[in-house]
Every structure is written in C-alpha cells, then in structure tokens.
C-alpha cells in the first residue's frame, strides 16, 4: 500500500511534466510554426488595428450594416465571457424578447417588401456561443434592401456583395451554408467608401 | 429534417463503424503488449517511466490491488488539481492575473475532472490561468480517460482469463492507454483543430476595436440606467487546441471556454465539428472490437456494437425531429427548413451547424459520457432537450465514456444472460463463464447506486427552496428538468448541463462533487469485484443451453434489458420534467 502511494505520487508527478506542460507546450510550437495566423485567432487587421477575428461575432445592430444575431454574452458579443440565454422554451422571458425582436425588424423593414413575411429565426434567437459570427442565407438576404437604402447603395449591387460572401456547405457536405457578418460589413463599408 | 442533414448523420456513423475495428485491433496489441507500429518510439519513453516511478511491470495485480492503485492514483491526482486551482494567481501563464479558486469551486471541479466528469461550475475564460488549464485540467483529461480504459481492459482480462487471480497490472495498463492511444492521438488531432481555427497560444486576451460602437445599458449604484458606449471587444485566447483534442478524445468535454464547444474558438467549422463527434465514439466503439478480440469472440464485440448503434439512431432520430419542429410558442419568425436557411429551433444553436448538427452532437455528447457541447441543451425543445438526459439516464453505455461505457455495457451484458439464464430455467453462461449469485448481486449494485445518487439528491434539492430551487433559471417543469439535469450529469460522469441552472454556490458545488465521485467510484468497486470473481472460473464448454451472444437475439435483449431497466427507474421522473412541458408548450402555455 504505501510502495503503491509512492508511486501515486512519483507517477502524478511525471505524467504532469510529460501532459500537462510537455504536450500543450509542444503542440503550440508546432501550432506556431505551421499555422501561426490560425493559431492567433484569425485576427483581422484594418488600417494597422486589430478590428475583431474572423471568427468571433461582433455586435452590429444599427441600421447602416447587416445586423447579427441577438447575443446573451455579457453585454452582447463579449468575447471574454461567452455564454447562451439558456432560456427555457417555454419560459416567458424568452417568447417576449422574441416577440420584441420580430417587433423591431418589421417596423425596421416596413416600408421594404418583406415588411409581411416572416423574420428568419436565426435573426431574433441568441445562439449558443453568443460569439456566432454567422447569420444564414435567408438572414442576409432579409436585411438587403434596408442597409442598401441607409446606406444609399444600389440594392441590387448590395444583393451582389451578399451573394459573394456565402459560405457554403464544407466540402459540399457538411454544416450549412451561412454569411459571415463581420466580412461581409467590413466588404461594405469597402463599397460604399470606393463609391464617395 | 433535410436529406442533407440525415446524410450527415449517416455518414457520422458509416465513419464509426470504419474507425473502429483498426483502432480497436491496435488497441488489444496495446493492452496485451503485441508489437505496434510506435514502440520504436515509444518503448524507451515507457521504460524511463516506469523508471522513475517505482512500477514493477511484470507484477500482475489481482482486483483488490488494482483497485486500490486506481483510488490511490485519482486521489494523490485530485489533490494535486486542487492544489493548482489553489495557488494559481501565484504561477505563471496566467496572463490576465486571475486570482486563486475559491476552496469550495476548487474541490467541485478536482472531483469533476478527476471523475472524468468535467461538469464546470465556472466561467473558465474568467477564473482559470492558462498553466489551471493545461497542467491541471487538460491533464486530468489524459489521466481519468486512461484509468476509465485500463478498468475496461481489467474487465475484459476478468472475462477472457480462466483460472487465474489477476487481472494485469494498473500502472502498465494506464501508461500504455496514454502512450500508445491517447497522446499521438491528441497531437494529430490537436493539430487538424488549429488548421480549422481553434487557437493555441499562451497570449493575454487580444483587444479589438469595433466597427460599429455598441450602447450598452448598465446600472449605477444607485440603481439608474446609464448608457455606455463601448468601442473596442476583448477577445479570450489561450492554448485552445491541445486541450480541446484531449477533451474530445478522453469524453472529459470540459469547455477551455464557458460555451464549451459552441465558442467558434473552440469548435470553429463544421469539419472542426465532425471530428470532434469523431473523437467522442472513436476509443469507446473501438473497445467493442478490443473485447472482442481480447475474449476471442470478435462477433461478440460486434453484437455489443449493434446495441449500442441501436440506441443511438433511436435518440438521435428524435432529437433531430423534435428540434427542427422548432419552437410552436414563436410567432412572426421563419421556422420551416428553406433554400436559404435550415430552420428549426435556434434558440441556443450556431448557424454554422444548424439543428442536423446540434442535434446529432447532443446525442453524442450523452450517449457517451463527454459532456462537451455546441449548442446549449437548457434552450432545445422539451423533447429535444430530453434526449441527452435519457441518453445518461440509461448509464452512458451507448458507447459512453471511454472504458467506462465498455465495461457499463459489460455489467448490462451479464444481466442479460442473467435473465435469458432464468427464461429457460439454466444456469446462465456468458462466454463459457458461469454466471453465480455473486455476480449478479455485484451487477445490481452498480446499477441501483446510479438512480440512488440521480433520484435521491434530486428529490431533496427541490423541496429546499433557499438552497436548491433559487438557482433555476427557468420556472415550471423545465426548472425541474434542470435540476433532475444537473444530477444525473454529474452521476453519469457526463459534465453536460442545462446551463441555466446556477451551480456555483456551496450546495451544489458540494452535493454534485459527492455524487460526481460516487457515480465513478462506488460504481467501478463492484465492477471490479466482477471481474475479478469472473477471472478465477473455470470455462464450461458450451452446450445446447448456452445463450449465444453473437447473435441479433442478443443484441435485441441486450437493448431491451437496458431500456426496461432504464425506463422503469426513470419515467415518472421525466414525466414531470421535459414530457409535461412537451405537452403544455403545445398548449400554448409559458412560465
């Protein structure tokens, strides 16, 4: 029993130094060496600053760009401290906040042509990361002729830009196809600055 | 439900099936020290270690011994987590200078991590230093995944040796789970996530100025709104990868973020996403081909595969239609599946994945006990969201975790032959084994210590309301979901959460560590006691009596034993929980 103690802890000792240091210490050299955009995080620099990561959504809920997906992150994309709604579905504070969400698109889009259909799900529920940088097709497509009008862009040059920044299926297969919003935004602000 | 979602799902599984018998194959060399490819490499290492640390390789052990080395190495390991979590703020890489665990969270997540449980009472980006997660979590994701497949492989030696008082030796048996399977494994692994953008890096937390600045409405200490304008994002960073292959490898699933799998840094594509499902099924449906092999009857392993392939399909099927059914209390919002988007209920989803993914990784998830997830179980549907629990709820042995669902499986197996035995009035054989009172008696006291630990702590945290029920997030059946989530999480081993539930005070950060070491420790004693009474039997030949366990037969009673069982324990209590809520959503009614 006690030879057995021992080697508990001479063991514990060895394997930390081997897996606990050795291994992530290892991987991040290699990480660094092949890949050392990707090991950093994606990050996207505008003008010499840093502007966010390709990954990580940002909040954009004014008119001007295309909005994401509602956040339940701290205060809202807070990518130090990622976290969902975890609201029940039949909890009572959820329905509300969508129902003030669908509020708010229709009277936003009300003089457009989708003033009547339906707000597509993805633009009114928080996803479960509250970091999600992508909105889908139909999301997209939802916010194109509000954003061109703000903006004073031609709709259908707009419509253009969204078609250009669909993802689609990895490898054809796998996931689902989506539009990532803070590249997409950032391709706007580069169009409508080219225009001035 | 789109075509291309089941085509998804398929072809999860069609990838199972080929992963697991090569992996399965190398993993009986392993464990009955054959050549492999790596000893080249890999021999010396494990010379040097056993070296250092005073292991006698050759000394077989019997089942006390090798029980006692298990308890002793999870203990001195668990100490020394705690010890870290304890004085972190004192030890390097921790770039944004978090202050040291408080004692009662400390204790909670050693015994979470030690019991390959990995539920997290804690933000991590906000409360752990990189050197926590790499030298103290990550490494226990190695260690309790190594001990979970040695105990199987002890199981498997008790099943295939006749005669004999020993069951191998646990320190080998650990050693060469981590060396030969566990860590090259990882280093690829880690290595394909960085290529689809999880980071690995011990950089502090990156700033990023917005592009359109965001109002933010706090309130003052008097209570007034104030509007912020907040201009830049902080973005969390860290060694990411290395841990989050090990996570997934090991079924541990505890998140280097709070999301877990759903923070894109973690989980950022969905080819990131399907090898990391991958990595959950991988060690534990390839141990239904190691015991196979190890017990000469690889149509036996096969049989025990199909069980659990069954239960899969079952609860993936339903999670998948009850999801994208979406959410009927949602009015003005585009639920149904288009050419442009996937629908469903996204409360709580990524995009990226839409419902075919979170639904298929949530009954991954569960069905083996890793617990990580990519889309947060507390927002899917009632019926959704029951699923995952069921799928712990039948004793994480649909693949489960790893070695803990191989040898869960085995103590189902014995009762089936136990209850075939007594259908046609024979002395039940399994493998050639007689199955006696001991063994039996043994079996049911693992199965009957999970609903004790599950149903019991359950029923006394919802009639204390100051301690138990002021932390649900949610009201109506779905709060009691979430408690009846929490502890059979923590029983089963799992760490998954309806994470509204708030764990971190004192209560249940105490009552979920006893029952998280209960459920892995009380449960592998009689385990082991099995295996070891199993060992020392003779081989009876077989006869015209004898249940074959090869056969579709088999596998049928199989699943039907551990569906009776399974329901019997935990039906009413899911009647009150995700099963009334299905039924008053549709009624329109919210809390």
Known sequence: ?196 | MTENGWFQIALFFLLIVLIARPLGIYMADVFERRKTFLDPLLAPIERLLYRLTGVEADKEMRWTEYGIAMLLFSLVSMLVLYLIERVQTWLPWNPQHWPNVPAVLALNTAASFTANTNWQSYVPETTMSYLTQMAGLAYHNFTSAAVGMALAIAMVRGISRREQNTLGNFWVDATRAILWVLLPISIVFALALVSQGVVQNLRPYDTARLLESQKVVTQDSAGRSVTQTVATQTIAQGPVASQEAIKMLGTNGGGFFNTNSAHPFENPTPFSNLLEMLAIFAIAAGLTVTMGHMTHSPRHGWAVFAAMGILFFAGVTTAYWAEARGNPLMHGVAQQTSATQAGGNMEGKEVRFGIANSALFATVTTDASCGAVNGMHDSFTPLGGMVPMVNIMLGEIIFGGVGAGLYGMLIFVILSVFIAGLMVGRTPEYLGKKIEAYDVKMAMLYVLVFPLLILGFTAVTVLLPHLGLSSLANAGPHGLSEVLYAFTSAAGNNGSAFAGLNANTNYYNLTLAIVMLCGRFLMIVPMLAVAGNLARKKIAPASAGTFPVTTPLFTILLTGVIVIVGALTFFPALTLGPILEHLLMYAGKTF
């Open chain 1, 1 to 196: 029993m006690r030879k057995q103690f021992i080697t508990a802890c001479l063991y514990t000792l060895v394997t930390t130094v081997l897996l606990g240091l050795g291994y992530p210490l290892a991987v991040t050299g290699l990480a660094h060496l092949l890949m050392p955009a990707k090991a950093n995080g994606e990050l996207i620099a505008k003008d010499g600053v840093v502007v966010g990561s390709k990954l990580i959504g940002q909040s954009f809920t004014g008119p001007g760009y295309f909005n994401g997906r509602p956040s339940a992150a701290g205060t809202g994309y807070d990518a130090a401290n990622s976290s969902g709604s975890n609201l029940g579905p039949t909890n009572a504070t959820l329905i509300a906040r969508v129902d003030q969400s669908v509020h708010a698109w229709q009277t936003r889009e009300a003089q457009h042509e989708n003033a009547h259909t339906n707000v597509p799900i993805d633009l009114v529920t928080t996803s479960g990361s509250g970091l999600d940088p992508d909105i889908t097709v139909a999301a997209a497509e939802y916010q194109v002729a509000s954003v061109a009008q703000v903006r004073g862009l031609p709709k259908d040059q707009v419509a253009q830009l969204v078609k250009a920044h669909i993802e689609p299926r990895q490898f054809g297969v796998l996931g689902e196809p989506c539009v990532n919003v803070l590249e997409l935004n950032l391709a706007l602000d580069a169009m409508a600055a080219q225009r001035k």
